[in-house]
């Protein structure tokens, strides 16, 4: 409650007493929970159609990792996958591919 020259202003409900800024905050990360898995359900879906040997390994560990409260990665947890080029069919192995194997390194490095 305030007062200022002979008027009083009354001050309730949500937008004085904490709860939209504590609303507005879990819509944030719900926000960002669901943008993530999002990019899971993309990617996921992006090496379902590119990979020509899947063996399901890979994919299966494509996941969601945490690094601040409004930032996730989306990773594949940092398997040191060898194969990820075959699996994309652009190593030597099956050079008749027209996949680039350097796009499709999965190794753990440079993250």
Do not use: C
């Not at 690094?67 to 940092?78: C, Q, S, Y």
């Amino acid at each position: 409650m305030a007062t200022s020259g002979g008027v009083t202003v009354t001050t309730t409900g949500p937008m004085f007493d904490g709860r939209a800024v504590r609303a507005i905050n879990r819509l944030g990360a719900d926000a960002v929970e669901v943008v993530a898995d999002q990019g899971v359900t993309d990617v996921k879906q992006f090496l379902d159609s590119v990979l020509q040997n899947p063996t399901g390994f890979y994919v299966s560990r494509i996941q969601t990792e945490r690094k601040t409260d409004d930032h996730r990665l989306v990773t594949d947890g940092g398997w040191p996958v060898l194969y990820g080029p075959w699996l994309a069919g652009g190593s030597s192995r099956n050079a008749t591919s027209p996949a680039s194997p350097s796009r499709w390194y999965a190794g753990g490095s440079g993250r």
